[in-house]
């Protein structure tokens, strides 16, 4: 045998050799790694991190054993806050019959965090404000069941809702959409269990062409091995975690909510029960028609355009909700949806007082006295944050006659004290100047030798010695949304209160100097929020009060309806 062929024998043994020992080793690095994630239950560790939970009032809410629900309002739970109550069919809001009374139309609203009102009251979300509303409105009884439920899933709000057909007998099914849904697990559910007894989770959760470099083409072999392999799920969910991404929504899950929402609609129409799709100013009509694609069903989706910038949020405050209800009685009308029933005798609005007019930057002597701070004698509006009327000493200050107007704010620009900003040079002279955060207004108090006032100091002034919730009739005093036309008015040509001070109520919110701690989850303990007072000329009238507190705002947020008036020691004559 010639030495070059003996070499080539000799090294390709060498070779086949090597080759086995890696293999070897490789298969039992990987037995290894496998026990160890095993052992450690690593791989659920990373996935738990990952998923999307539900964490706020959890209290209120129980797992539902069905991987298109996945959770539930439980009947007779109330959130620690002491906000949200579930009555016993498991709806939220007040007590209600599963039989439908007598001469009721009754109406079924079914949605996710923007139906059920975070961080709301009971009385203060929609639906609620809706049933008020209609009642208002119509010569007949409305009852409105609020089945939102926290974080948007809408097979949920599908099964949900074709369970209520037979346990409730609505004359309408109102189904809010939001966005693309996200399969939201109840936070402290069991997730191991829930993944095991329904692989369907695989499917909907994981990105069909994720990793790019592992069986892209082959989705039924990740999704066995993301099932059966630990390694494998490890790996995934680390390279995922690494890469920032979440399991928060894909295909899959959305075409199996437009498939639960499809059949919702066939049997509701098979029925004979009303139904509408409703979008909330900030989701985009096309989401709608994706849903609704074969059926001939009412879309409403209300327009916040050119409204303050809220007006658009999923979770807007109580005042917004307020337009929610006016309008959808009003698109409800429109399009037929309420049946047979007579509107009730409209009431002549008495046209509002035009004075002269106030000089802008005059200053009111406001006396030291002392009064009772929060919720007003007999007023049946007051929110929680307005009780217990506590009594308050103030001292004597100066206040603002009117709004600072947009004319007096450019003057400070024009000084250089004050920072400009976009849309400024087209707010009319004389009108009050907004979409000015706090932190403006306080360069131009500061410019102008004054101050914000107190939260306390602004409700005394407001009340002037006046212990009821406001001075006056809404249309003498105040421009809202009954008369102000959509936009804000001269500043000082409505009646003013005892002390002389006019728009204390409506025209614009008004920043106050008093700061309240976040109520979000989300935000940093140390965040200031600061409250603003009075109305503004978008508000309904319910919160033309005194003592009506509920709205407040980052320093630097700003907005078309927000303004304020200026405050000064009594010393600084």
């Known amino acids: 045998m010639s030495r070059s062929r003996y070499l080539r024998r000799f090294f390709a043994r060498r070779w086949l050799f090597a080759v086995v020992v890696v293999l070897l080793a490789l298969a039992a690095g990987l037995a290894l790694a496998d026990r160890i994630v095993a052992g450690r239950d690593l791989d659920w560790d990373l996935i738990e991190r990952l998923l999307y939970y539900q964490t706020h009032d959890v209290e209120v809410f129980e797992v539902v054993d069905d991987p298109d629900v996945l959770f539930a309002p439980k009947p007779g739970a109330v959130s620690a806050s002491g906000m949200a109550h579930i009555n016993s069919l498991g709806y939220r809001g007040r007590e209600l019959t599963a039989a439908k009374p007598e001469g009721v139309f009754r109406?079924?609203?079914?949605?996710?965090?923007?139906?059920?009102?975070?961080?709301?009251?009971?009385d203060e979300t929609w639906p609620a404000q809706l049933e008020e509303q209609l009642n208002r409105d119509w010569q007949g009884r409305f009852e409105v069941f609020n089945g939102g439920v926290l974080a948007y899933v809408p097979s949920q709000m599908a099964i949900r809702a074709r369970v209520a057909m037979d346990e409730l007998d609505p004359d309408l099914i109102v189904f809010a959409l939001s966005n693309v849904g996200s399969p939201a697990f109840l936070a402290g559910s069991p997730i191991r269990r829930m993944f095991e007894t329904y692989p369907v989770f695989w499917q909907r959760l994981f990105y069909a062409d994720y990793p790019t470099f592992s069986f892209r083409r082959n989705r039924d072999l990740r999704w066995r091995l993301l099932q059966e392999n630990r390694l494998y799920r490890f790996f995934y969910a680390a390279v995922m975690g690494i890469d920032g991404k979440s399991w928060y929504t894909n295909g899959d899950f959305e075409q199996n909510n437009i498939k639960q929402t499809g059949m919702l609609i066939a049997e509701a129409q098979r029925r004979g029960f009303g139904f509408c799709l409703f979008l909330y100013p900030g989701a985009e009509r096309k989401h709608g028609e994706g849903y609704s694609r074969g059926y001939e069903l009412p879309i409403i989706r209300l327009d916040a355009q050119d409204l303050p910038r809220r007006y658009g949020s999923v979770h807007p405050p109580a005042t917004v909700m307020t337009w929610y209800a006016k309008e959808l009685s009003r698109c409800l009308e429109a399009e037929g949806l309420l049946g047979e029933v007579e509107r009730a005798a409209q009431v002549e609005i008495p046209s509002t007082i035009d004075t002269a007019g106030a000089t802008a930057g005059e200053m009111v002597d406001i006396p030291t006295g002392m009064f009772v701070m929060g919720c007003s004698p007999g007023d049946a509006l007051c929110r929680p944050d307005e009780k217990p009327p506590v009594p308050k000493t103030v001292s004597a200050f100066h206040?603002?006659?009117?709004?600072?107007?947009?004319?007096?704010?450019?003057?400070?620009?024009?000084?250089?004290a004050c920072e400009t900003f976009d849309g400024l040079a087209a707010q009319p002279e004389n009108c009050p100047v907004v979409s000015v955060s706090k932190?403006?207004?306080?360069?131009?108090?500061?410019?102008?030798?004054?101050?914000?006032?107190t939260e306390v100091e602004w409700e005394y002034a407001a009340r002037a010695g006046d212990a009821s919730s406001r001075y006056g009739a809404p249309l003498c005093i105040a421009w809202f949304d009954a008369n102000a036309g959509g936009s804000p008015h001269p500043v000082g040509r409505l009646a003013p209160n005892a002390w002389g001070l006019h728009d204390m109520y409506g025209n614009v919110w008004e920043w106050t100097e008093y700061s309240v701690q976040p109520s979000r989850s989300n935000q940093k303990r140390t965040d200031q929020f600061f409250i603003v007072r009075g109305g503004g000329w978008f508000t309904d009238e319910r919160y033309l009060r005194a003592s009506y507190r509920t709205l407040r705002f980052e320093p630097e947020h700003a907005e078309s309806d927000i303004g304020f008036r200026c405050a000064q020691d009594a010393s600084g004559d």
């Open 439 to 453: 932190n403006r207004a306080m360069q131009f108090c500061r410019w102008a030798g004054k101050r914000l006032p």
């Open 399 to 416: 206040m603002d006659r009117t709004e600072v107007t947009a004319g007096q704010y450019r003057a400070c620009v024009a000084a250089g």
């Open 107 to 122: 109406i079924l609203v079914v949605g996710g965090s923007n139906v059920y009102g975070m961080l709301l009251w009971d």
